[in-house]
């Protein structure tokens, strides 16, 4: 298994563009969320998923868009970039819904300028 | 809301113990624990679930006061591969399915 894939690992983008960040995973898991991580603030919720069809917003979906159409991808899109949208992004996974140990993606590092 | 976690920072030398915190001011189904090594992803080591359930690795070791909200995570004997930053994540009672991290325990241990 290759667990749970992220890309791009680095990306720049100008403000006001936008992007998806892709997120995959083959382990057949239900529940999939994306985080972002600012120095100082922890792990913070943008938006998740407990399954094919379902999506629902976290702490701080403003400026996020999110669709499930697979078990196995979760994109996250960027639809107008902002300089406070600088961050690391995290994808997750887990099997048996919110309360499993959930699997993490190495992350992709995002500067907006 | 998020819950708060105790201490920020703690040093300590290998073989010392160490108690890391969390509390919450709502109430909890369950309390999430992950260890994040700097420039990684953050990895699994615990769950504790509403009712006494717990799973997770047989190292670790963590408590969960449900009357109380709050919930301790034990290193003992620590190793220098125990340096990182601590997360609690909690998860609120009433069948949400969100889990909210406190901003993190950085713990380093030394020689």
């Known amino acids: 298994n290759a667990g749970v894939t992220q890309t791009p690992k680095f990306q720049v983008l100008k403000t006001g563009q936008s992007m998806t960040l892709q997120c995959a995973q083959d382990?057949?898991?239900?529940?999939m969320s994306w985080y972002r991580q600012d120095p100082g603030m922890g792990l913070r919720l943008i938006h998740y998923?407990?399954?094919?069809?379902?999506?629902d917003q976290g702490e701080v979906p403003n400026g996020y868009n999110v669709s499930r159409s697979t078990t196995e991808d979760f994109p996250l899109r960027l639809l107008s970039a902002a300089p406070s949208q600088t961050s690391v992004y995290f994808c997750?996974?887990?099997?048996?819904?919110?309360?499993?140990?959930?699997?993490f993606g190495p992350g992709t590092r995002l500067t907006v300028t | 809301q998020q819950p708060v976690q105790s201490p920020q920072a703690v040093i300590l030398r290998e073989g010392e113990d160490a108690v890391i915190n969390c509390s919450s001011s709502k109430a909890l189904y369950s309390v999430h624990w992950y260890r994040q090594k700097h420039g990684e992803a953050p990895v699994f080591l615990m769950i504790?679930?509403?009712?006494?359930e717990q799973k997770g690795h047989e190292k670790i070791s963590a408590s969960f006061n449900e009357k109380k909200q709050q919930s301790s995570l034990y290193l003992t004997a620590s190793q220098l591969s125990y340096s990182g930053t601590y997360f609690c994540?909690?998860?609120?009672?009433?069948?949400?399915?969100?889990?909210?991290f406190g901003i993190g325990t950085k713990l380093q241990v030394i020689p």
């Open positions: 998923s407990v399954g094919a069809g379902i999506t």
């Open positions: 504790l679930l509403k009712g006494g």
């Open positions: 382990m057949n898991h239900e529940y």
């Open positions: 994540g909690t998860v609120m009672s009433g069948g949400y399915q969100k889990v909210t």
């Open positions: 997750a996974s887990s099997y048996r819904g919110v309360n499993d140990e959930q699997y």
